[in-house]
């Protein structure tokens, strides 16, 4: 008999009194305040992470910390250096989430990243030298791996199942917001004449990372991970306090913790996974088509756009580093309000699909039509070489275009790239499939991170136009992709022809 059904017979047991239950006990509460604030306080490590991009973008357009570490002849060169080996150790960490998670517990992984990151933002803090500052963006990547890999793994495990997408989307948008602010930061920093310009933010960056710490300290375990350690009654704990009931016998309790138990005893039952199921039999189409969301994600523009805002928002017209820094931060604003709209009203209402083939099409338009303003509308100082666009009217559009693409994608790819991936393969192949699928995704960031600067060196409008044919690609490719929407996991064997 199940653990379930034992604990319903102990209840029934009890007395007549107690052995009719009500329909409110059966369902669980259409509001849980416990699950909401334990998903909003882990969420903060997605503000974290968004604050380290904002900041990062605006810090590099300061002047005055372009003179500090940089010389005219390795500014590209060492800008693009010094993302792409963030982005490298970010990759590593997420690599190693899977050991840290499963041996340490989700709650304390985070905390640890947290206290890697914390290492990391010092060492930008004191930048006495570059090779002190590139330390620090190494240090800090790894702790960023962990936290991006390990809050929605919590997330996900503390979750109720009516409620699960909610949750996890905190993460996306306390990102948006963490970018947000760290632009706005910059921005106000960027007036002060000294170097705190640069490393102001980086300062408020570290306390706000000691206090995730210290309030993380007050979150519970995963239930899944505590039955996972065979510490039953913890578990049953947590899942009480997390639907603020006073009995483990509660249905709604009594049938999550039966239901997780099993699905853990089932999966132990399957034996040892290897990464070579993958590419074998109906699992090759899934994990073909989770690669190309993943690496089409990196190639649609976003991550070069997402770093480097400011200095393309400076060669549309705007050449005050404020000006650019607080233009970019209005891009941040409008994504952060385009993927609440995405996660609220079109995700699980409209489909995947269509997010994709819109979101495409949208930005490979903006691509073209940036890079055409670009290619008619500069003018290039011979002997500087300095970019200015010559119309007022170009400029406006430029960066009117650049606002559109942001916010597309992120009602669009932005938040379908995390959806897709994680519904298509089966529960045996999961954490592996996802493990590549994220991997391929970081390492084609590291790759476009690093050439960026490098290409915008030669060519502006080049850039754009690259972009925008990689859109083009992406827009074919989403053509041939199962819709999701609405389908149980189990119900993705059928989707991909496992099942007939």
């Keep these: 008999m199940s653990l379930k059904n034992n604990i319903i017979d102990q209840e029934l047991d009890i007395g007549d009194d107690k052995s009719s239950l009500t329909i ?61 080996l963030y982005l490298m150790t970010a990759a590593l960490g997420a690599f190693f989430t899977g050991f840290f998670c499963d041996r340490f517990s989700r709650k304390y992984s985070i905390m ?23 330390a620090g963006r190494l240090i800090g990547g790894f702790g960023s791996g962990l936290l991006n890999s390990a809050i929605p793994l919590y997330h996900s495990e503390i979750a109720p199942p009516d409620i699960r997408g909610r949750l996890i989307s905190f993460f996306t948008l306390m990102s948006s917001l963490g970018q947000v602010v760290g632009y706005f930061v910059t921005f106000g920093t960027s007036y002060v004449a000294s170097n705190w310009s640069w490393r102001g933010p980086w ?70 996974v290897r990464y070579t199921e993958l590419f074998v039999g109906k699992n090759l189409k899934r994990t073909l ?16 756009i997402g770093y480097y805002a400011p200095q393309m928002i400076q060669s549309a017209g705007l050449s005050d580093a404020s000006t650019s820094i607080a233009a970019t931060g209005g891009t941040g604003l409008f994504s952060m309000i385009m993927a609440f709209v995405s996660l609220q009203w079109f995700i699980d209402r409209v489909g995947r699909k269509p997010l994709f083939l819109v979101g495409a099409a949208v930005m490979g338009i903006s691509m073209f039509v940036v890079g055409a303003l ?64 994220y991997g391929l995704n970081w390492a084609f960031s590291i790759l476009i991170t690093y050439c960026i600067p490098l290409f915008l060196a030669h060519t502006v409008s080049g850039v754009y136009f690259f972009f925008g044919a990689c859109c083009c690609v992406c827009f074919v490719g989403c053509w041939f992709i199962p819709e999701t929407k609405g389908k149980t996991l189990e119900e993705m064997e059928y989707v991909f022809g496992a099942k007939e």
């Design 203 to 272: 300062l408020l960056h570290l306390i706000v990372c000691v206090l995730f710490i210290a309030i993380m300290v007050t979150l519970p375990f995963s239930p899944r991970w505590l039955i996972y350690q065979v510490r039953y009654e913890e578990a049953q704990k947590v899942l009480m306090d997390l639907h603020e009931v006073t009995s483990a016998t509660n249905p709604v309790v009594a049938r999550e913790f039966d239901d997780i138990v099993q699905e853990i005893e089932f999966e132990r039952s399957l034996g040892k």
């Design 374 to 437: 670009f290619q008619t509308s500069v003018a290039v100082d011979v002997n500087s070489g300095a970019v200015t666009v010559k119309s007022v009217n170009a400029r406006n559009a430029i960066i009117a275009f650049l606002y559109i693409f942001m916010g597309t994608y992120q009602f669009s790819w932005g938040t379908a790239s995390y959806v897709y991936p994680a519904e298509i393969f089966n529960m045996r192949t999961r954490a592996k499939g996802l493990a590549l699928t």
């Design 112 to 134: 640890a990243a947290s206290m890697i990151f914390c290492i990391g933002i010092l060492f930008q803090i004191i930048g006495a030298n570059f090779g002190l500052l590139l």
């Design 24 to 84: 409110s006990d059966d369902e669980p509460k259409r509001f849980r305040k416990a699950v909401y604030v334990s998903a909003l306080v882990a969420a903060i490590g997605g503000f974290l992470c968004g604050y380290d991009t904002g900041a990062v973008s605006g810090i590099l357009a300061i002047p005055i910390f372009q003179s500090y570490f940089f010389t005219p002849d390795n500014l590209d060169y060492l800008q693009g250096l010094l993302l792409a």
């Design 289 to 304: 088509m989770a690669f190309f969301i993943s690496i089409s994600t990196s190639f649609t523009g976003s991550v070069a």
